[in-house]
């Protein structure tokens, strides 16, 4: 049980039910091979698998409201991914307090994505049914990255490197980004950035950073241009 204290500590919420904890950790190795009848944790990540669709679509629904619904599907699909949820799960070390059968043990279980990404969720289910939705939104939140827009461009795609190769095939064509604006307090700055070609602006991004303001550009010079992703 100490090491479901150290957790707990870890994602800064005690249970009322620590089972619930318990079985949020036990991966199916390691339920098949104990002498008692445990539970893994599957049905628990199917439930926070829902659980964490809808606290992500609430948050992207109330803090992005000039975004399409195709652009939301496209940004709640980047933040619930495995790739994601594996990102999310080693910023806590969840892999060091997975329990797992001795074979899953030795072949390297612990580091393994989806074993990560599935305890995920499945630790989010525990904290919804221990204690309710607000507690779950908490903890899922915390894991949200500051600049969600511009973290979901870099996810899918490099696009400044994909417009420098395809102006590259120009050698007399010049691309540079430019700077145009700055906004909000010194904690939470907003960033504007203009992608010029020449001298001619072709696209324009806005971010928590001036590395994905550029990526956000690119990406808008690229949607001009007609570029699709193949």
Not at 52 to 71: A, H, K, Q, R
Not at 156 to 185: A, C, F, W
Request: charged share 30%; proline share 2%; glycine share 6%.
């Amino acid at each position: 049980m100490d090491k479901l204290e150290e957790f707990e500590k870890v994602i800064d919420y005690r249970f009322k039910d620590r089972s619930l904890l318990f079985e949020a950790l036990s991966h199916s190795s390691f339920a098949n091979e104990s002498k008692h009848r445990f539970r893994s944790n599957e049905r628990l990540e199917f439930l926070g698998d829902s659980v964490l669709s809808i606290v992500v679509s609430d948050y992207l629904f109330e803090n992005f409201t000039d975004i399409p619904e195709g652009e939301l599907t496209k940004t709640r699909a980047t933040l619930v991914c495995e790739k994601a949820l594996h990102h999310f799960g080693s910023q806590i070390d969840l892999g060091s307090y997975i329990m797992l059968g001795k074979g899953e043990e030795l072949a390297g279980g612990r580091e393994r994505p989806s074993i990560i990404a599935d305890a995920f969720e499945a630790v989010i289910a525990a904290i919804y049914l221990d204690g309710g939705i607000e507690a779950a939104r908490r903890h899922i939140l915390r894991f949200m990255p500051e600049d969600v827009l511009g973290a979901v461009a870099e996810a899918y795609d490099d696009y400044k490197t994909i417009l420098q190769e395809i102006i590259q095939k120009n050698p007399e064509e010049h691309v540079e980004y430019r700077l145009v604006g700055e906004s909000g307090p010194d904690h939470n700055k907003s960033f504007t950035v203009r992608v010029m070609l020449n001298s001619n602006v072709i696209g324009e991004g806005t971010a928590h950073s001036k590395k994905s303001a550029e990526q956000l550009a690119a990406k808008e010079a690229l949607r001009l241009m007609g570029w699709k992703k193949k």
